[in-house]
């Protein structure tokens, strides 16, 4: 949930290493500090709050010289977000300074321990004992003592060193936590994502679990986990350096809203050959198709929504039982999986650790896992049996758009397919494959068509709640559309199966009650109806989500936002376009921080 960056070269380190910072803000935003080398000594400085904080006492980095140094930002999970519990954090003898990203879950006992043997703690932090570790264990070498510090270790870390006694050196550990190094021309680097990167260079290499590096002005060296030098495949990353960055938006999020026609394309169109569609990176033969007797999907957050979503598609077009489990419920349940399972696991980021855990429990029962994720050579990347990536570049703002409706695009995708192979649905497969090349086109409409959203935002933005109801797959997206609405405009949104209201929730309906009804799909379209007149005989505002000229609808509700008249098989994706965009000028009204909300954190690597 933290972000961390290292730099070593001829220019100065700490203006390199606050920019870096700042791309990698979103994974954690609440306290941050930079540690470089100069003259032999470590110099930290460290803020809380956000980078700009970090940029203003040391001036833009002007004021700490030295050319090769690491840099933190911090989600806490160990301690308050205070200025001692800020990494870096140095040993006693002000020889090393680390910066971590992850959980050291034994750290209770090492704490113990080396309080025992006298070293002094300056924070709360889990990290802190990998930093005395290290001062422990060396004795001259310090691969050597990061090698028998790593090995006492439990739990996820990306870890950067620098040691004072080898100027111009930065280390960087990987276990179960992202790293990505960057191999430049006079400086080398080290990240939690390539955001931070590519601005100085395309070319990478990705650490896999239990490697380390050293890295100095020239060189870069990866060992695995007992010291042996590996040879390292350099990757080039096509990612452009304006994809991470706002491009003359606001905020990340409405350019991410804004890049979803292309990111959909981008993830549609490669799979698409002679009017079918076709997964390269997915060699499952029919026999093995033929074998599975139930999907499971699971995934957090809004990835587990766009499986809630996928999961109507897929059982409609291949008619297999699906499954969607909340990945921190599923690891914990001792789950009824087996080889006959097909596990599909979602995530933009790849690092979520809930859902790294319970793909693991999955396959550890038999199952063969499909993973569909954003970033490239991340960790359920590599875990999974086959790994389906979403193209929809790097995604900064916390709150999803482009992850959510690539993740769905490509369970689109495998519905047809699989429907394909196995010959299990009505609907001729041209036709699908036709509905989904067009599935951008209409993102594109949904954007342009809802020029009223700021307006309909200015009459919602002060309600105490909304309410978003809706059936079948209007409801998968009421769930989706009411989580963007709290975490970025911090309104109290709630989602309901509108069936459902009348079981417990129309109490709550009273004048003036604003309800978000969701109408795009046909074969419950006329139920819905009857409970928009439900909630509105009892006082409720409606605003209807639904396809442009509907004029039943029209009729019925207070007002309205449209989608284009697209296949009702994959309308869901279009559905959450003017629910992102409702709920980015809604928290524009309240004066939120959009990108980055509070408490919150992209990447949640810790349970
Ligand atoms: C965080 C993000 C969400 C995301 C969820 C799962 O909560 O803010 O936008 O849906 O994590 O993340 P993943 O990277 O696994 O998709």
Redesign the pocket.
């Known amino acids: 949930m933290c972000g961390i960056v290292g730099y070593t070269g001829v220019q100065g380190a700490a203006p390199i290493l606050l920019e870096g910072l700042r791309k990698l803000e979103y994974r954690g935003y609440d306290s941050a500090g930079i540690a470089v080398m100069y003259d032999c000594r470590i110099l930290v400085s460290k803020v809380t709050g956000r980078i700009v904080n970090l940029c203003e006492k040391t001036q833009n980095g002007a004021a700490v010289p030295g050319t090769t140094g690491i840099g933190h930002t911090r989600w806490a999970t160990h301690g308050a977000p205070t200025e001692k519990n800020a990494h870096p954090h140095l040993s006693n003898d002000g020889r090393f300074a680390v910066v971590h990203n992850g959980i050291i879950e034994n750290y209770r006992a090492l704490r113990e321990e080396l309080i025992g043997k006298g070293y002094v703690f300056e924070s709360e932090t889990d990290t802190e004992v990998i930093v005395h570790l290290m001062e422990m264990y060396y004795h001259g070498d310090v691969k050597e003592a990061l090698i028998r510090t790593s090995d006492r270790l439990h739990g996820s870390y990306a870890l950067g060193v620098i040691c004072s006694e080898e100027p111009g050196k930065i280390y960087a550990v990987r276990e179960a936590s992202p790293l990505i190094l960057g191999v430049g021309i006079q400086g080398n680097y080290f990240a939690s994502d390539v955001t931070a990167l590519v601005s100085h260079t395309r070319n990478v290499i990705y650490l896999d679990d239990g490697e380390f590096a050293e890295l100095s002005e020239n060189s870069v060296t990866v060992y695995d986990c007992l010291g042996k030098p590996l040879s390292k495949k350099i990757a080039r990353i096509n990612w452009d350096v304006q994809a991470a960055e706002k491009g003359g938006y606001e905020h990340f999020m409405l350019k991410e809203i804004m890049e979803q026609p292309g990111a959909v394309k981008a993830t549609i169109t490669p799979r698409i050959r002679d009017g079918r569609v076709h997964f390269e990176e997915l060699q499952i033969s029919d026999e093995e198709l033929r074998q599975i007797r139930r999907i499971v999907i699971t995934?957090?957050?809004?990835?587990?929504?766009a499986g809630c979503s996928g999961k109507y598609v897929l059982e409609k077009l291949v008619r297999i039982p699906v499954d969607v489990e909340l990945a921190s419920e599923l690891r914990y349940k001792d789950p009824l999986i087996d080889e006959h399972t097909l596990l599909i696991v979602?995530?933009?980021?790849?690092?979520?650790a809930d859902?790294i855990a319970a793909l693991k429990e999955c396959q550890q029962r038999g199952a063969k896992a499909l993973a569909i994720v954003?970033?490239v050579g991340s960790t359920?990347a590599q875990l999974a049996d086959y790994t389906v990536y979403t193209w929809a570049g790097p995604e900064i703002a916390?709150?999803?758009t482009k992850?959510?409706t690539t993740?769905l695009s490509v369970l689109y995708l495998l519905a047809v397919l699989f429907a394909d192979r196995l010959g299990t649905c009505e609907e001729s497969i041209p036709e699908l494959v036709s509905a989904l090349q067009k599935l951008p086109m209409y993102i594109q409409q949904a954007i342009d068509m809802n020029h009223r959203i700021p307006q309909l935002a200015e009459k919602y933005h002060g309600s105490r709640s909304l309410f978003f109801i809706g059936r079948n797959t209007d409801y998968a997206i009421a769930l989706e559309g009411a989580l963007k609405m709290k975490?970025i405009s911090y309104l109290h949104a709630e989602a309901y199966a509108a069936g459902e209201l009348k079981h417990g929730t129309i109490a709550l309906i009273e004048d003036h009650q604003p309800v978000i009804a969701l109408c795009c799909n046909p074969s419950v379209m006329e139920k819905t109806i009857n409970n928009i007149i439900e909630v509105k005989a009892r006082g409720a505002e409606v605003l209807a989500l639904t396809f442009r000229n509907n004029q039943k609808i029209i009729s019925a509700a207070d007002d309205f936002l449209f989608i284009p008249n697209a296949n009702p098989v994959f309308a869901a994706v279009i559905e959450i376009i003017p629910l992102q965009l409702l709920a980015y000028y809604t928290a524009k009204e309240n004066k939120c921080d959009i990108d980055k909300p509070r408490n919150?954190?992209?990447?949640?690597t810790v349970e």
């Open positions: 995934a957090c957050g809004s990835a587990y929504y979602i995530s933009q980021s790849g690092e979520t859902t954003n970033v359920i916390v709150a999803t992850g959510f993740q975490e919150l954190a992209k990447s949640v």
